[in-house]
């Protein structure tokens, strides 16, 4: 039981890979970007391409995976 709600209160992410799918969480003034592709991973940050096929680098802390 205890582990169960451990597992839903979890604040570790799943590991952004490369070929992963991600989303780009905005920050103050900052845009939001949908469904990128991450092309490569640098350390603590990331290349990542967008479906309007611009591509950019961004920190890991930004990226959120998208599972399914």
């Known amino acids: 039981m205890l582990a169960k709600l451990r597992a839903v209160i ?32 640098y350390g603590d940050r990331a290349c990542v391409e967008w479906p309007n096929g611009g591509k950019s680098v961004e920190s890991l ?6 599972v399914g």
Do not use: H, Q, Y
């Open 10 to 41: 979890s604040t570790r992410r799943p590991e952004i890979v490369t070929r992963a799918r991600v989303n780009l969480i905005g920050s103050f003034g900052g845009p939001e970007r949908m469904d990128g592709v991450v092309e490569a991973v």
């Open 61 to 66: 802390k930004s990226l959120v995976r998208i």
